[in-house]
């Protein structure tokens, strides 16, 4: 089969690999139809990551057709429309039997390769995964709006972790995929005033689009004073931001969440380009904020795919551009250059 193969950092190669297998008893062999860049894959690029060691085939952002089932399968059949988890889990540890599958102590990424595990992932025409990681794509649904399914439901996990109340301000820091998903699905949900932060105009503008009321450049020296004017409830609450959502992963954006925070607040970390970052301690100590880390997806799958069923929220707009597998080598440079415009590159076998 074909695959683009990370063969060296910043050197993919579109090449003949072996075909995947074997197909065990309760897996299935997918026929990848679409496979979406995610930005940790384009920092997995120049090895920033240190979890996408070469050679490895990246890829976990996927959706595809059933080509075969292992002999115990009793859910799906060949033919079947489907999009998975893009974690692996065992099903069987302490963490899993509790749902918290994100947490496997067994746990695999696809197209993830580091010092514990290597495993190749989707930008390939063919790959083997667990029955327990795949759910049907409704009906209506295409290709690669399934692939953008994980994004959504990494968003989908970060809000059911955040102690959200009725009409409680948010802000999102960093308009990326991540956070451009958590702004449709926090309008979907009835939250009350929702705040982009970026230093991106043209994000900001695609923000505003999803439901944004208020849209900022963290940079300005105005912003604090006009979050804390737009969360002045006249002393029925102090001023500030209820919840706080990072998706960038880094020192300033985590640094700029604290600040907006209101006393006795949270911030909601998802963001994770850093291994490490600084954080202003006191501010957290004395204001009591409640700093939450949301790893991946528990569950979230099923809701996220009603969600777009039902066209409560659309991943449409986030996808860019759709190009053959064979042309990924090409997008991968254009995303790792930042080139303006790009959000989701989807790209299909």
Not at 12 to 26: A, N
Not at 199 to 206: A, F, I
Not at 277 to 283: F, G, H, K, M
């Given at each position: 089969m074909k695959a683009l193969v990370l063969e060296n950092?910043?050197?993919?190669?579109?090449?003949?690999?072996?075909?995947?297998?074997?197909?065990?008893?309760?897996d299935l062999l997918v026929r990848v139809r679409a496979t979406a860049i995610c930005g940790s894959d384009v920092h997995g690029y120049d090895g920033s990551t240190g979890r996408r060691i070469p050679p490895v085939i990246m890829g976990h952002e996927s959706a595809g057709e059933?080509?075969?089932?292992?002999?115990?399968?009793?859910?799906?059949?060949?033919?079947?429309?489907?999009?998975?988890?893009?974690?692996?889990?065992?099903?069987?540890c302490t963490f899993c039997r509790?749902?918290?599958?994100?947490?496997?102590?067994?746990?695999?990424?696809?197209?993830?390769?580091?010092?514990?595990?290597?495993?190749?992932?989707?930008?390939?025409?063919?790959?083997?995964?667990?029955?327990?990681?795949?759910?049907?794509?409704?009906?209506?649904?295409?290709?690669?709006?399934?692939?953008?399914?994980?994004?959504?439901?990494?968003?989908?996990?970060?809000?059911?972790?955040?102690?959200l109340s009725f009409n409680d301000t948010t802000a999102v820091v960093g308009a990326g995929l991540i956070g451009l998903s958590l702004i449709q699905l926090l309008k979907a949900s009835g939250s009350g005033t929702i705040i982009a932060l970026d230093?991106?105009?043209?994000?900001?503008?695609?923000a505003q689009s999803f439901g944004a009321d208020i849209t900022l450049d963290p940079r300005e020296e105005s912003t604090v004073q006009k979050i804390t004017a737009a969360t002045d409830r006249g002393g029925a609450h102090r001023s500030g931001v209820d919840r706080v959502f990072e998706a960038v992963g880094a020192t300033e954006p985590i640094a700029t969440a604290i600040q907006i925070a209101r006393k006795g607040g949270s911030v909601t970390l998802i963001g994770?380009?850093?291994?490490?970052?600084?954080?202003?301690?006191?501010?957290?100590?004395?204001?009591q904020i409640s700093l939450i880390g949301s790893c991946a997806i528990a569950g979230e799958y099923p809701l996220v795919l009603d969600l777009m069923a039902r066209k409560k929220v659309d991943v449409r707009p986030l996808i860019s551009a759709t190009a053959p597998l064979s042309e990924g080598a090409e997008w991968f440079k254009r995303l790792y250059a930042r080139e303006a415009g790009l959000l989701k590159v989807v790209l299909e076998p």
């Open positions: 950092y910043k050197n993919l190669v579109y090449k003949d690999v072996p075909d995947p297998g074997p197909v065990g008893e309760r059933v080509a075969a089932v292992g002999p115990g399968v009793r859910n799906f059949s060949p033919g079947d429309r489907i999009t998975f988890d893009s974690t692996v889990y065992c099903g069987e509790e749902g918290a599958v994100n947490l496997c102590e067994n746990r695999q990424v696809l197209g993830v390769s580091c010092d514990e595990y290597r495993r190749d992932g989707a930008f390939a025409e063919y790959l083997v995964i667990p029955e327990r990681i795949a759910y049907r794509i409704p009906e209506g649904l295409s290709y690669p709006e399934a692939a953008v399914t994980e994004p959504m439901a990494v968003a989908a996990h970060a809000i059911r972790l955040t102690p230093t991106d105009p043209d994000r900001l503008k695609v994770n380009v850093s291994p490490t970052v600084e954080i202003p301690l006191q501010s957290v100590v004395t204001r």
